[in-house]
């Protein structure tokens, strides 16, 4: 009986243990940028500073800069505060993002296509899925990005990646394997961010190319929180693994949608003339 009683225990106790060793990979990550963070290129021009509470990206003639998480994330809650490039950014992009690797990796976007002084920026959203893309959706913000530090934020569970920006729902790709539509869902991703000239397609299409009387460039970065699952392994998840969003939110979503998005890839007349992907009827 007493044998029994304790080896009933230590079974107790080692799945006890094992909750504890599986709970470690999913948790809330709040570090230094020095801890989390591997600025991977750029020559000098990515800088951690404040002690690891600030980072600054920057782009000049010859390079830009950028970063990459230390850990990879297989879903999670991301977020990052980020103050964008100020007066003529034209021509210049700072990209956040999640991605894994391969010709058929995963990927989800925000990127912040910069304007000429006075203009606003533009917000581009998109998903990937087993290497396909061509999911944009573009806004405006309701906000000038470049006076002040605001949150994006990307919600990646197993059911929706839900983009949000100072927590306002903009975006919610949902899955809808069942109807046959990849979703993002088995390959772990970095966090990615970098500054990098593209005025061969970011301003007006192309037209405004990058003014270099104003260069050096500079974004800044700061508050990151992964409340995430860190590949390998999985675990308890916090509240945001079962996240959708409620009626209040989805209207908050749909009010944005409807002042502040400028293109969506289910109502662009050249692609519907192919034929409309498959998740925009549903």
């Known amino acids: 009986e007493r044998s029994f009683g304790s080896s009933k225990r230590m079974a107790r106790m080692a799945v006890l243990g094992l909750a504890i ?15 989390e963070f591997d600025i991977t290129w750029g020559d000098g021009r990515g800088k951690i500073l404040n002690n690891g509470q600030l980072l600054t990206l920057g782009l000049d003639k010859v390079s830009g800069s950028g970063f990459q998480s230390k850990h990879e994330y297989l879903f999670g809650k991301i977020d990052m505060q980020l103050k964008l490039v100020p007066g003529n950014s034209a021509g210049t992009v700072t990209a956040y993002y999640l991605s894994s690797q391969g010709p058929t990796h995963d990927e989800i976007d925000f990127e912040f296509l910069g304007n000429v002084t006075g203009e606003p920026y533009t917000l581009h959203t998109n998903v990937f899925t087993q290497g396909q893309g061509q999911r944009e959706q573009q806004f405006r913000l309701w906000f000038d990005p470049t006076n002040d530090f605001h949150t994006y934020s990307i919600l990646w569970n197993p059911k929706h990646i839900i983009f949000m920006v100072d927590d306002m729902p903009i975006r919610d790709f949902r899955n809808l394997e069942g109807k046959g539509i990849a979703f993002p869902k088995n390959q772990p991703m970095r966090l990615y961010s970098s500054l990098w000239n593209a005025d061969d397609w970011a301003t007006q299409g192309g ?16 508050g990151f929180k992964a409340d995430a699952c860190v590949a390998p392994g999985t675990g308890a998840a916090g509240e945001w693994y079962n996240q959708e969003l409620d009626l209040t939110r989805q209207q908050r979503m749909r009010w944005v949608q409807r002042n502040y998005m400028i293109y969506n890839y289910c109502t662009d007349p050249k692609r519907v003339a192919q034929g409309v992907p498959a998740e925009c009827s549903m």
């Open 207 to 222: 037209r405004v190319k990058t003014d270099w009387s104003h260069a050096p460039f500079s974004a800044s970065y700061r």
């Open 21 to 35: 060793l599986l709970a470690a990979s999913c948790a809330l990550a709040a570090a230094s940028f020095d801890k």
